[in-house]
Structure formats: structure tokens, C-alpha cells
């Protein structure tokens, strides 16, 4: 008798081979708030650093020439700004330069050259949220057979098989596996991932919505709680 911590086992021809008890991971409750903090520091470790080299618009002659005790290059009492500007030949002066409205000038206000973009979340709630993750999308559990399809057609038509029997949805399908990468790669609709690189944003489409399909082969179930 299956309990409420087994699941059937499919095998290639798409019928029940068996059935492998779930684990406590299973039984982790939905929590939205988790998997949204999760995706979002996930995702902020994938942004690029923006910021201004501290010498942009710095590189040039130009100064500020006001004292009037200067015998050359001064501004007072020229009708000019009073703004730094290039030293050209022979004492003269040339254009505005560094102030930001200037050509070539700095930007009015860069943004930070180290600031810090990246989202923290502390170890316990990520993992406590690709649980959540885990438990709650709904998955199928398949034959490790499945990993020693070598063609993408048998890996499709398996696919297709468990969409026939109304096992998996028609939509995207995150594919978990222990070690071996499935041939899926040239599957558009098919993410397969390696249970050591499974990560909550695999689970997550648009807005923090749980993906619907999710297969798992019977030995990454097996390791789930080791290799996580």
C-alpha cells in the first residue's frame, strides 16, 4: 500500500515499476515569501557591477587659472567662466574640462563604483525555501533507465509518452538527475539539471509561480538529502 510519502516509480514504457518513499524534504510546507527572497538573491548574483572609473573626465590639463597675482593663464577680468579649463601653448587657455556640464566632463552623479547589488539570505531559510520549492511543484518520479538515453528522439519520445498518459503537463519541464546530463538538450521545453546544481529559481516561472512538471529520476530522489 502506498502511503502519503511514497510515489510510483514510471519506467520507459510509461507504466509503474515501483514506488520510493519521498522523505521528510517532501513534507516542507509552501512557503511563497522563502522561494520570492531566494529567487531575488539568486538572481542578484548574476547582475554587473556598474560604476565610473574614479579618473573619468579627470585626464586633462585643465585647472582652475583665477589668481590674479598670475602673470599668465587667469580668468578674471577675461569675461570667462571661472571654471578649469586646458592649458594650451604659450600661456592660453583652452576649454572647459572636468566640471560635469562640461564636454568630456564627469558624469553629475555615476553610480557607485562598489556598491554592493548582491541580495543576501541566510543559509537555513534558502534551504528551507528549496524545500518549499521541492515539495511543493508537482514532479513525477522515473526510472533511472532514463539517464542512459543516448539520442534526443528516445529522450522526446519518452516525453511525449508520459504527455500521452496524462503523467506530465504540456509545459516547461525541469528535469533532475544525479549525474548524468539526459540528451535534452536540444529540447527547447526541457531544463535538465544535475541535483548538485539545482538551485529554487529552476522552480520558479514569472512571478515566483512554481513550475508544474517537474521529473525526477529515482536515484536523485535517493540523494536529495545528501547532495543538496
Not at 151 to 174: H, R, S, Y
Not at 189 to 201: A, E, G, H, Q, W
Given at each position: 500500500?502506498?502511503?502519503?510519502?511514497?510515489?510510483n516509480v514510471y519506467g520507459l514504457n510509461g507504466e509503474v515499476t515501483g514506488t520510493i518513499d519521498l522523505g521528510e524534504i517532501f513534507d516542507t510546507v509552501l512557503r511563497h515569501d522563502l522561494i520570492q527572497r531566494a529567487v531575488v538573491s539568486e538572481l542578484s548574483k548574476t547582475f554587473q557591477p556598474q560604476g565610473r572609473d574614479p579618473l573619468a573626465g579627470l585626464r586633462t590639463s585643465a585647472d582652475y587659472f583665477a589668481n590674479r597675482?598670475?602673470?599668465?593663464?587667469v580668468t578674471v577680468g577675461r569675461a570667462i567662466s571661472r571654471k578649469p579649463r586646458e592649458k594650451l601653448a604659450k600661456g592660453g587657455l583652452g576649454r572647459v574640462r572636468r566640471v560635469p556640464e562640461s564636454v568630456g566632463g564627469?558624469?553629475?552623479?555615476?553610480p557607485e563604483v562598489n556598491k554592493v547589488l548582491t541580495k543576501k539570505i541566510n543559509k537555513k531559510e534558502y534551504n528551507?525555501?528549496?524545500?518549499?520549492a521541492i515539495a511543493n511543484s508537482k514532479f513525477v518520479v522515473?526510472?533511472?533507465?532514463?539517464?542512459?538515453?543516448?539520442?534526443?528522439?528516445?529522450?522526446?519520445?519518452?516525453?511525449?509518452?508520459?504527455?500521452?498518459?496524462?503523467?506530465?503537463?504540456?509545459?516547461?519541464?525541469?528535469f533532475v538527475v544525479y549525474d548524468n546530463y539526459v540528451a535534452a538538450g536540444n529540447i527547447d521545453?526541457?531544463?535538465?539539471?544535475?541535483?548538485?546544481?539545482?538551485?529554487?529559481?529552476d522552480f520558479v516561472i514569472g512571478p515566483c509561480k512554481l513550475i508544474t512538471s517537474v521529473l525526477w529520476t529515482k536515484k536523485a530522489i535517493e540523494n536529495l538529502k545528501t547532495k543538496i
Open positions: 500500500m502506498i502511503t502519503t510519502m511514497d510515489a597675482q598670475r602673470s599668465f593663464r564627469r558624469a553629475a552623479h555615476p528551507f525555501a528549496l524545500y518549499s522515473v526510472s533511472d533507465d532514463v539517464e542512459n538515453l543516448k539520442k534526443t528522439k528516445e529522450i522526446a519520445g519518452f516525453i511525449n509518452l508520459l504527455k500521452e498518459k496524462n503523467i506530465v503537463g504540456d509545459k516547461k519541464i525541469l521545453f526541457i531544463n535538465v539539471k544535475r541535483l548538485s546544481d539545482l538551485r529554487v529559481k
